[in-house]
């Protein structure tokens, strides 16, 4: 496909269980970024990688989020543990023009319920 | 402290009418401020920008305007449609990361 691609698209799972959360971006583009949106919130920044740079984890809210990126292209967010507030949609992002405009394109989330 | 600031949740105009969203940043070195546009069960798209360089932008119906000296952007939409309906993210730009503002829900009465 030509856009960014996310799966699962709903996610439900149990306290305490964890959780991997898939991004394909669009072929080429060497910018992928993680958001958190809660529930009337703004996107919350998670975390970026650039080509292959040591990636940016300064947004992750802690040390149960981690995320990796294989082969410059899919990534994958994991969440161990899951805990109640980490109930949310996950928006990832590709950009081919990080360091100009940095056109964001989105992909449609997942959503995430911690029951 | 959040450095991108949308300070209306949100706004209600009628169909033709302009509707004008508006955005506050803190901080100066932003290079590059976007406005993206996100319908329900979707991701954001990107709608129009605006280099720090610049005080205006227009796009067809969309026109963003930029007054660095008082840190503030607006983005206006004239004549407003009901399929503008939608909730509108302010970002801003620096170092190949993007700060969001909360978003601001615009709802357009036919």
């Known amino acids: 496909g030509a856009g960014v691609s996310q799966s699962p698209s709903n996610k439900v799972t149990e306290k305490g269980k964890d959780v991997e959360l898939r991004c394909d971006p669009i072929?080429?583009?060497?910018?992928l970024y993680w958001y958190r949106q809660s529930l009337g919130q703004g996107l919350e920044f998670l975390i970026y990688?650039?080509?292959?740079?040591?990636?940016?984890k300064s947004g992750l809210p802690s040390d149960r989020f981690s995320a990796e990126r294989t082969g410059g292209s899919v990534s994958t967010l994991t969440i161990q543990r899951t805990q109640q507030e980490d109930s949310a949609v996950y928006l990832c992002?590709?950009?081919?023009?990080?360091?100009?405009?940095?056109?964001?394109?989105f992909g449609a989330g997942t959503r995430l319920s911690v029951l | 402290d959040q450095q991108v600031k949308q300070n209306s949740p949100s706004l209600s105009v009628q169909e033709g009418r302009i509707s004008i969203l508006n955005c506050d940043y803190t901080n100066s070195m932003f290079d590059y401020f976007l406005w993206y546009k996100k319908y329900p069960a979707e991701g954001p798209t990107f709608l129009i920008s605006i280099s720090s360089i610049k005080d205006k932008n227009e796009d067809g119906r969309f026109t963003v305007f930029l007054n660095k000296s008082a840190k503030h952007l607006s983005l206006h939409i004239v004549p407003s449609q009901p399929g503008d309906s939608a909730v509108y993210f302010c970002?801003?730009?620096?170092?190949?990361?993007?700060?969001f503002g909360d978003g601001t829900t615009l709802t357009v009465k036919p």
């Open positions: 990688f650039q080509g292959n740079s040591a990636p940016d």
């Open positions: 970002a801003a730009t620096n170092a190949g990361k993007s700060t």
């Open positions: 072929s080429g583009h060497t910018a």
């Open positions: 992002a590709s950009s081919s023009s990080p360091f100009s405009k940095n056109i964001q394109y």
